[in-house]
């Protein structure tokens, strides 16, 4: 059985820090990907970043400045280091596995996940 575990979220200030933590099990990130997505009260889910089982990472733009993906292979643990957060980075944040040999060029297309985390709240106060 698959499961995603999300941890690390809470309530920071606006220029705070927080990394999230993806833990994986039943699956190995053998040729996947994991991605981290996020949604907004009232808005559709967004993608944030990707990483591949190679070290490829991939960010969406408002994010790439100030966010990093970390992959653990041996503790199959994905990171999400968000730095300088804002209160449009508020969200509930969920980490997803991709099936294999993904591409990367597909990163954002939430469709290509076939596993999902139940995700974490983040809340930036400003």
């Known amino acids: 059985q698959v499961q995603l575990v999300e941890s690390g979220g809470g309530l920071v200030q606006a220029g705070g820090s927080l990394r999230l933590s993806c833990a994986v099990s039943?699956?190995?990130?053998?040729?996947?990907?994991v991605g981290w997505f996020r949604q907004a009260p009232g808005k559709e889910r967004e993608f944030v970043a990707a990483?591949?089982?190679?070290?490829?990472?991939r960010f969406t733009d408002s994010v790439k400045a100030r966010f990093s993906i970390s992959m653990d292979n041996a503790m199959k643990t994905v990171y999400l280091q968000m730095n300088n957060l804002q209160p449009e980075d508020t969200a509930v944040y969920h980490c997803a596995v991709a099936t294999p040999y993904f591409s990367m060029a597909a990163a954002h297309d939430a469709a290509r996940y076939s596993y999902w985390g139940q995700g974490t709240q983040v809340t930036v106060s400003s």
């Open positions: 990483i591949s089982w190679n070290g490829r990472t």
């Open positions: 039943g699956i190995t990130f053998s040729a996947r990907v």
